[in-house]
């Protein structure tokens, strides 16, 4: 016992000098970018000290770079990571470079929200790095030594059942009463080359649909996973892939995020139920899905299909960081989220957090659960308040501080932005840890969804992924606990998928 102490703690100091090395590199480019970010005049007013923001990056690059390598295994935090990386560097580089330039239809913003901006970027690089370097380890060696509880064999098991069938029919019979052309006018399958010309669209239905086609799939691919380990023949695998192909393929208007988030939960319950076959699954989906995703951006944002050959015309640099600001809560979204606080602090409550969350939670909006809304009816959500302030601006998202902000002013407001922040990432930990060691393709396909949903995090709002999960991940939870409770099944089924 004694002896085997050191080796271990050798072995352990070898494998982390690899990671150690990166968070050197990713430091000195952090640095790099500062230096030429400095070196050039202020992009606007305000942003003087815009050289801060990468120069944040480097330091936790070397404070915190154990934390580099807990995105192995996940999903999360590699898109986290992702974000982390185009938000500290290139976004800062691009808008230098582009001596910060914005689109006619970005509202003005004030000197001191950019000087908020600024800081509260750095806070929260520090708070999101703090918070996942404690609550991992924690949460990892909680969930790795807690034993499957009972309940967990019926989550694990089934393709199908009474009760999942039951629910498929009554998610048909609402797609069918409330029109398939309300569904099929924005659907759309593989690449899309031509913007969307729908008249009405059926909210209700199209949440229907997708929520239909993924507990379809997991139920397909648990039945070939099961038929592949007796009779070893690859045609059970092709009818699994096939089934996440359709899954990730078939898609509604232009929510990228929800397309990234189902085809990174598709594949990686694919992989969990085929393991062996690990490098089919990725060179079959992720192909398509990156596919799917960069058609659906080049129409949404630049307005050509991707296979028109006139993509690279149509995106300038400063079209290309004034999107890249907007969508990673670059300095523009918080600056104008500070003034909108400044601006409607009179109109801003606790009734104010009740709207945001009752306004933004879909079940809400299902004829007979409408009463929280209608009771709240007079009093604006956050996102109201936000986008009365920057309209006509397209595209403004409300950051997640910058909610945080409207809420509590300039008394409050410090706190609730730690506080807001802190709790994000560490849903994102626990969601993300889950996703690992979670047995059975049902929940392997809700935390993966999930993962992917809260590594947007500095891309959203607390609200923003309340209403993703409400519209998606709720209901396929609901029909996934209604499969696994009214049942009939063979006796011979197995435990495991």
Known sequence: MTTGQPVASAAEAQMARPT?????????????????????PPARDGLQFMWLV?????VCSLVFWRIIDYHQGGVGLKVLYAIIIVRYLALPALIAATEGRVSPLMVGASADGYRFSTVVTVAELFICCTTISVAWPRISRRLASTPPKPTTVRQQRSALTIGGALLVAVLILIIWQRGLDRVTSTMGFLMLTSRYRAGSVDSFSVTAVQVMKSFVFVGVAVWCQRNYRVSRNPLWFLLAAAAALINVAIYFGYNRSLVLQTAIATIVTLVYLFPTLRRYVVLALVPVSAAVLYSLITLKQFGVSATSGQVGSQISLDKLSNTVETYVNGPWPLATAYDAANAMSGRAGVLTVVRSYTDNFFL?????????????????????????????AQGAMLPLSGEMWLYGGRLLGPLLVVAGNALAFYLLVQVEVRSRYALGAQNRFVYSWMAALFGLAMCYCLITIWWSFSKFAFFLIIVFWFNNRVVARHPAETARP
């Not at 150690?20 to 050039?40: C, H």
């Not at 990468?54 to 480097?58: M, Q, T």
Request: hydrophobic share 50%.
């Open 20 to 40: 150690l090395l990166l968070g050197t590199v990713l430091a000195l480019v952090g640095l790099a970018v500062a230096g030429y970010v400095a070196s050039t």
């Open 364 to 392: 809400f909006k299902v004829p007979g659960f409408t009463m929280p809304n209608q009771l709240l009816s007079g009093t604006p959500s956050a996102v109201d308040l936000y986008q009365m302030y920057t309209w006509p």
């Open 54 to 58: 990468p120069v944040s990056f480097a």
